[in-house]
Nanobody
């Protein structure tokens, strides 16, 4: 099982980016998917999560600016980031709580991280 994230880059303050993360491999079921971020010198923090049923949860710092969504048929989660601020600069990691085929339990899987830099 692998999670492949893409879509990061350099953007000016006020700009937008859309991150994608696709889970691949022998997957039986995916429960919650989400995005976390880690800025230099700081701990990794939750950005947003979404359940298989579409219920979402956001960090207070991104509410009203970021939108998480997912395509269950494609095992893919997205993060639309609008009105970006310099303090959003971080490496963004996708996460999936999933059960591989042939496994009896759910575990957390992480993508490789994608850099988002907000700067003028």
């Amino acid at each position: 099982v692998q999670l492949q994230a893409s879509g990061g880059g350099l953007v000016q303050p006020g700009g937008s980016l859309r991150l994608s993360c696709a889970a691949s491999g022998s997957i039986f079921s995916i429960n919650t998917m989400g995005w976390y971020r880690q800025a230099p010198g700081k701990q990794r923090e939750l950005v947003a999560t979404i359940t298989s049923g579409g219920s979402t949860n956001y960090a207070d710092s991104v509410k009203g600016r970021f939108t998480i969504s997912r395509d269950n048929a494609k095992n893919t989660v997205y993060l639309q980031m609008n009105s970006l601020k310099p303090e959003d600069t971080a490496v963004y990691y996708c996460n999936a709580h999933l059960k591989p085929s042939g496994s009896g339990r759910y575990d957390n899987y992480w993508g490789q991280g994608t850099q988002v830099t907000v700067s003028s």
